[in-house]
């Protein structure tokens, strides 16, 4: 991994006591769905999550299957599941795989019911938390497991503030965190990437070095993507506003006299990504 060094502090206070909130309540749970982004497969796992999550059994649920570059996110997956991992990859538009998630967890967790019955004790619920970094799906992914509209899905980072308990049926409860991130981004590469999924709030970081990184990304890994949305042969890194000028005039960016507007520019490449406009995408690489 590239990873320069940078310091972005964006840690707002309701993430600092997510956390609290989880290791307070860790005790009562059973499992841990962690979500990652397929297309940030790196970059979207919270760095600091295994101090805090104690020896919870876990699995990992890869969301944006569709819109990610199945060939290098596979690269991060394998690693995970020979790191020990039960990687499940889930389509949230078309609501593939999700089953498994069920299915593995009462497979993970049949010894508890089993050492319940040694004990006497009858069977109750699984109690599983779901944590993932802002806007990687996770309310998208409840109402899919839920089968119906369970909570508040916003397409903004942070949009869940509290805990919440939710029951997925009567096998599995379910307790929903917000997104969080980790207090100190000190890799710029990680940084960017995040804002690029819109995992950071847009004014954390410069929109034109986030729509910049966006070009680049596409530029190294996925040229035929700039031909196909902006109808450009390759980005000119010695002079970008070459660049931007060239998306803009055929995008129609302009103010009045034809002049290119950039901060238009910016949105809409951000946007690009954000509304899934560009698919096949993964920004991280071994």
Known sequence: MNENKTNINWY????????????????????????????????????DIDDMLKNKPRILIVTKMDLCDI????????????????????????????????DKTKEILKPLDEKR??????KRSYRALIVGIPNVGKSTLINRLVGKKATNVGNMPGVTKNLSWIRINNDIELLDSP?????????????LNLAAMSAIKEEILELSDISI?????????????LKERYGIDKVNREDYLETLDLIGKRRGCLLKGGVVDYDKVYSLIIRDIKDSNIKGITFDRF
């Open 71 to 102: 060939e290098e996110t596979n690269k991060f997956l394998n690693k995970y599941k020979e790191d020990g991992y039960h990687v499940i990859p889930v389509d949230l538009v078309s609501g593939k795989n999700v089953n498994m998630i069920i």
């Open 12 to 47: 707002p206070g309701h993430m600092a006591k997510t956390k609290r909130l989880i290791s307070e309540n860790i005790n009562l749970i059973d499992i841990v769905y962690e979500v990652i982004d397929a297309r940030i497969p790196y970059s979207s796992k919270i760095k």
């Open 117 to 122: 019955k040694e004990k006497g004790l009858k």
């Open 179 to 191: 997104g969080i991130l980790w207090p100190k981004l000190d890799s710029e590469e990680v940084a």
């Open 213 to 225: 990184h966006i070009l680049n990304k596409l530029d190294n890994y996925y040229n035929n993507k």
